[in-house]
């Protein structure tokens, strides 16, 4: 069974910089995509990035495209989240999702392992 471990959250002034981690354990071999998503109060879950296997092919929500940045390092299980000109409207929990399938998804529902979340505030 695969585990997600998010890691790096916090709080940042707007125009600042937060890079998230995500540790993958148990099963590693199954996964093929890695992405994030992102669940502010109220709102519904909403996608970030993902990065296939090779990290050859990314896709970005179009509300984080040109500020962050995913990456993958296969050797140490692990993907990052590079975010710059952080906004307060990115305050949200943050999620890391992996799934067997090689196609990069947008929908929640098609990811088969979540993490538990990390925290990210941005102020004004």
């Known amino acids: 069974q695969v585990q997600l471990v998010e890691s790096g959250g916090g709080l940042v002034q707007e125009g600042g910089s937060l890079r998230l981690s995500c540790a993958a354990s148990?099963?590693?071999?199954?996964?093929?995509?890695m992405g994030w998503f992102r669940q502010a109060p109220g709102k519904e879950r909403e996608f970030v990035g993902g990065?296939?296997?090779?990290?050859?092919?990314?896709d970005y929500g179009d509300s984080v495209k040109g500020r962050f940045t995913i990456s993958r390092d296969n050797a140490k299980n692990t993907m990052y989240l590079q975010m710059n000109s952080l906004k307060p409207e990115d305050t949200a929990v943050y999620y890391c999702?992996?799934?067997?399938?090689?196609?990069?998804?947008?929908?929640?529902?098609?990811?088969?392992?979540w993490g538990q979340g990390t925290q990210v505030t941005v102020s004004s």
């Open positions: 999702a992996a799934r067997r399938n090689i196609l990069v998804p947008r929908i929640p529902s098609l990811y088969d392992y």
């Open positions: 990065i296939t296997r090779s990290g050859t092919n990314t």
């Open positions: 148990g099963g590693t071999f199954s996964i093929a995509v």
